[in-house]
T-cell receptor
């Protein structure tokens, strides 16, 4: 089956602009999580969506937002870009939400990521 | 503060030597997952540990979950060049159900 698809794979923006990243999960997966990866900070949790509802949110400013659609596809948006937003943005899907008691249902399958460069 | 600590941050080993990375939490974990990210790639799931004291093996990889469910380790026996990458633990804290990642251990193999 197809994996997690993220678009675009690479993009370059300038400070002050906004960006929208897209994530298509594995068919049948209802949870989508977003992470920001930078060399210094590792994988930082942004948010998690399950059944179109945001279940968890990380410690990022309000410029970072997201949503999930009825087909489980998800988008994240970053407004008023700053240089420090340059990073690899990874989306991961799972069968169920992270806190589920169903063993294995919260295992994350990651996409290849969207590499954002802010100039 | 940091909720999960992973050590060491970097490890250089000669090919054929063993390697271990440790993941420690100050709070009890409901379960722990391990992922591997090859250079230029994305994290790939390796295993999930749920039970106290659990030990699981995958070929040369051995995963352990501590008795108190506050720490875990990944041990690789006789490393090979294919083992190069960054190994992450990912945890769900009992008091919060989001998955957070350790900072990872980057493994370099010297030929």
């Amino acid at each position: 089956k197809a994996g997690v698809t993220q678009t675009p794979r690479y993009l370059i923006k300038t400070r002050g602009q906004q960006v929208t990243l897209s994530c298509s999960p594995i068919s049948g997966h209802r949870s989508v999580s977003w992470y920001q990866q930078t060399p210094g900070q590792g994988l930082q949790f942004l948010f998690e969506y399950f059944s179109e509802t945001q279940r968890n949110k990380g410690n990022f400013p309000g410029r970072f937002s997201g949503r999930q659609f009825s087909n489980s596809r998800s988008e994240m948006n970053v407004s008023t870009l700053e240089l420090g937003d340059s990073a690899l943005y990874l989306c991961a899907s799972s069968l169920s939400f992270s806190g589920t008691r169903r063993t294995g249902a919260n295992v994350l399958t990651f996409g290849a990521g969207s590499r954002l460069t802010v100039l | 503060g940091q909720q999960v600590m992973q050590i060491p941050q970097y490890q250089h080993v000669q090919e054929g030597e063993d390697f271990t990375t440790y993941c420690n939490s100050s709070t009890t974990l409901s379960n722990i997952q391990w992922y591997k990210q090859r250079p230029g790639g994305h994290p790939v799931f390796l295993i999930q540990l749920v039970k106290s004291g659990e030990v699981k093996k995958q070929k040369r990889l051995t995963f352990q979950f501590g008795e108190a469910k506050k720490n875990s380790s990944l041990h690789i026996t006789a490393t090979q060049t294919t083992d190069v990458g960054t190994y992450f633990c990912a945890v769900i804290l009992n008091r919060d159900d989001k998955i957070i990642f350790g900072k990872g251990t980057r493994l370099h193999i010297l030929p």
